[in-house]
Structures are given as C-alpha cells and as structure tokens.
C-alpha cells in the first residue's frame, strides 16, 4: 500500500485485516488516522466490532445452518452492492 491517505472504501476492504492484526506498522497507521478524521468510517468500525462480539458469544453449535447460510449470503451480498 502507499502512504497516500486511505478512503472510506479502502478502510471498509480492510478492517477484518485491521481487527486480526495483520496490517503493516503503516498500514495500521494510515487505517487509525482515517478512523479518526472521518466519523462514517469511525461507526462503521463500531458496528462491525459490536457484530463480531454478538456474534462470537453466540455457541456454534446454536447457529442452525440455514441461519449461516443467510449470513453468509448477506455478507457477500454486501460486498457485490
């Protein structure tokens, strides 16, 4: 990636990077000063923690697989939209 300032639709393809802690030192940098500079792009990382914490303290085995397979279909729905 470049040092150029990221946009909101670079930082949306990168939080999951971001959450796992896999981008660069300069990555990293460039994703937290976006978050701060554009309150958008600072909601949506909310929400998409608030979604990873509900979601991880559902038990697997409670997720019927209709239930997954609806969210999964959402999820990649999203990304075509």
Sequence with gaps: MSTDPLTCKELV???????????SAEDRSRFEEHIMSCPPCR???EQMQTTM???GSIPEEEVSPAAEE?????LHGWKRE
């Design 70 to 74: 609806a969210l999964v279909a959402a």
């Design 53 to 55: 914490r509900l979601l």
């Design 43 to 45: 909601a949506h990382l």
């Design 13 to 23: 393809e990168l939080v999951t990077l971001y959450f796992e802690g896999s981008l």
